[in-house]
């Protein structure tokens, strides 16, 4: 398995607390991203990142923010959680870009009460 | 919106019956991909197809590509309860970044042994 983890496993927290999961990875892979799922939507794209310090935007960025100060790590932070951002978050790497194969992470439980 | 959409949403079998899921999706692409996701469990990516393929193998599964009706095929033969998990196809845009993939909904299959 490729070299992922994604931490907190599972958090509760509630609404309007600040939230940041973190990305791992030991691959050195230069693509990193963000998916969050959900039911009836399936895996949608958050953010994502092409190299340390640039990242751009997904599908559901509204909410979102992400930082990558070196290739390893993917921080992911949710400034002031709302109920709607209560999901399993999944992170994923790619060596050669995003339309090669993605490598995810088993993903972060985060519920928002 | 989703480029890719799995259909059925869910499927029922025997053990060493096959199983077929099929994805439609909406734009050209270069490459289309297949992966597996076990219940609690990230991403597994199983096989990609290029836009001028029409088909792989991979064991027992089977991939087909046809880009004039913008869909394909995942075939598994002599499917085992281990296969039991969910399948989601996931399309890059040709013509647009590279750096993504669109992921459909995914279909639910369940081997009974």
């Known amino acids: 398995d490729a070299g992922i983890t994604q931490s907190p496993r599972h958090k509760v927290t509630e609404t309007g607390t600040p939230v940041t999961l973190r990305c791992h990875q030991t691959e050195n892979h230069r693509y990193m991203y963000w998916y969050r799922q959900d039911p009836g939507h399936g895996l949608r794209l958050i953010h994502y990142?092409?190299?340390?310090?640039?990242?751009d935007k997904g599908e559901v960025s509204d909410g979102y923010s992400v930082s990558r100060s070196k290739t390893e790590d993917f921080l992911l932070t949710l400034e002031s959680a709302t109920s709607s951002q209560t999901s399993v978050y999944f992170c994923?790497?790619?060596?050669?870009?995003?339309?090669?194969?993605?490598?995810f992470g088993d993903g972060t439980r985060l519920s928002i009460l | 919106s989703q480029q890719g959409e799995e259909d059925p949403q869910a499927l029922s079998i025997q053990e060493g019956e096959n199983a077929t899921m099929n994805c439609s999706y909406k734009t050209s692409i270069n490459n289309l991909q297949w992966y597996r996701q076990n219940s609690g469990r990230g991403l597994v990516h199983l096989i990609l197809?290029?836009?001028?393929?029409r088909e792989k193998h991979s064991g027992r599964l089977r991939v087909t590509l046809d880009t004039s009706k913008k869909s394909s095929s995942l075939l598994i033969t002599a499917s085992r309860a281990a296969d039991t998990a969910s399948y989601f196809c996931a399309t890059d845009a040709s013509g647009g970044s590279n750096y993504k993939l669109t992921f459909g909904k995914g279909t639910l299959l369940t081997v009974n042994p």
């Open positions: 197809i290029r836009s001028n393929e």
């Open positions: 994923a790497i790619s060596a050669v870009g995003g339309n090669q194969p993605q490598h």
């Open positions: 990142s092409y190299g340390v310090k640039d990242t």
